[in-house]
C-alpha cells in the first residue's frame, strides 16, 4: 500500500511535522486501516482513500499531536510553577539589597535578558502548534531557566549571604527546578 | 450521548479498551469506535495524540514489537492505570445513579 501515490503524500505531510517515530506508528495504523477496508470489499484505490479520510487531515493530525507533546506539558509546568520561583528570588533579592551586590551592570542585564527570553520561549512552546517548534522552544525555554537557576545559585553563594529561611527557601525551590528541568529535557523528542 | 459528550471521556473509555489487554494503537481505536457504537466521530489520527498523553501521565505503557516484518507500538495499561481506570469507572457510576434517581422520580401526587 505505501507505494501508492496517495499514501506517500499523506505521509510526506506527516513527516515534515512529526518525529519519525510517531510518523511510523501512524503508517502502521494506515496499513490496519487499509487492510479492513480492503476485507470489507473495497478495491484498492477506494481502500486507501478511505483510510486516508478515516486518519484525517495532516495537519489537524500534527497538531493534536503538538497539543499533546512532553514540550508543551514541560512548558506549562514551568510556566505554572515559575511565579512562584520567582517571589521567592524576589523576596531575597529585595530583603538583601541586591542593588548593593558587587555585580556588574552588564551581567545584570544579561540575567534580566535570558530571563525574559525564557519566559518567552516557553510561552510559545505553551501554545505552538508546531510539534517541532513548541519541542525546540521547551528545550530552549527549559534550558535557559536552568541557567539562570545555576548562576542565581553560584552568585549567592559567592557572595557569602548571610544564612536565613529566604536563601534557604530560594536556593531549595532553584535546586528543585534544576533536578526537574535536568530530568525532564531528556524526555523531550528532537523530531 | 452525543459525539462532543463522548470527547469529554475519551481518557476512560481509551483505558477502558485496553482492560482486556495489550493493543495497538489501530486496535484500541477500534475496540473505541465499537464500543461507542460509532458515535465517536474524532478522526482516527487525531485520537493517536490522547493514547502519547496517557503513556506521559504514567497510565499506560507503549513498546515496540515487529510484525509481519515492520515495526508496530504495543499499548498496555500500566498499575496506575488500571487503578484510573476503576475510579473513573466508579465516579461514573455513582454519577449515573444520580442522575437517573434526579430525572426519573416523579413528584408525588398532592393529597386531596
Not at chain 1, 517548534?133 to 528545550?139: G, Q
Amino acid at each position: 500500500m505505501r507505494g501508492t501515490g496517495l499514501i506517500t503524500g499523506y505521509l510526506a505531510e506527516l513527516e515534515a511535522r512529526l518525529p519519525a517515530t510517531i510518523v511510523e506508528e501512524l503508517a502502521d495504523g494506515l496499513e490496519e486501516a487499509f487492510a479492513r477496508y480492503r476485507e470489507s470489499g473495497l478495491d484498492d484505490d477506494s481502500a486507501t482513500r478511505a483510510a486516508i479520510a478515516e486518519f484525517g487531515d495532516p495537519q489537524l493530525v500534527a497538531a493534536s499531536f503538538a497539543a499533546a507533546c512532553p514540550g508543551r506539558r514541560l512548558a506549562r509546568r514551568l510556566l505554572l510553577t515559575g511565579p512562584a520561583v520567582g517571589l521567592c528570588w524576589g523576596a531575597l533579592l529585595i530583603t538583601s539589597r541586591a542593588w548593593t551586590w558587587p555585580v556588574p551592570d552588564a551581567a545584570r542585564a544579561a540575567v534580566g535578558t535570558v530571563l525574559l527570553a525564557a519566559i518567552a520561549m516557553l510561552v510559545h512552546a505553551a501554545l505552538g502548534h508546531s510539534y517541532r517548534a513548541v519541542t525546540r522552544a521547551a528545550a530552549a525555554g527549559c534550558a535557559s531557566l536552568t541557567l539562570l537557576d545555576v548562576t542565581m545559585i553560584i552568585v549567592v553563594l559567592g557572595l557569602s549571604l548571610r544564612p536565613g529561611w529566604l536563601v534557604a527557601v530560594a536556593m531549595t525551590t532553584s535546586g528543585l527546578r534544576i533536578v526537574h528541568n535536568v530530568q525532564g529535557l531528556p524526555r523531550l523528542r528532537a523530531g | 450521548m452525543r459525539a462532543e459528550e463522548l470527547k469529554g471521556h475519551l481518557d476512560s473509555l481509551l483505558l477502558a479498551a485496553l482492560e482486556d489487554g495489550p493493543r495497538h494503537g489501530y486496535a484500541v481505536i477500534e475496540a473505541l469506535r465499537q464500543a461507542t457504537g460509532g458515535r465517536l466521530d474524532l478522526p482516527t489520527g487525531t485520537i493517536y495524540p490522547a493514547l502519547h498523553r496517557l503513556e506521559q501521565g504514567g497510565l499506560i505503557a507503549g513498546s515496540w514489537q515487529v510484525v509481519g516484518g515492520r515495526r508496530r507500538r504495543m499499548y498496555r495499561l500500566t498499575p496506575a492505570g488500571t487503578r484510573a481506570l476503576s475510579g473513573k469507572r466508579a465516579a461514573w457510576r455513582d454519577f449515573a445513579a444520580m442522575m437517573t434517581a434526579a430525572l426519573e422520580a416523579r413528584p408525588c401526587a398532592e393529597p386531596a
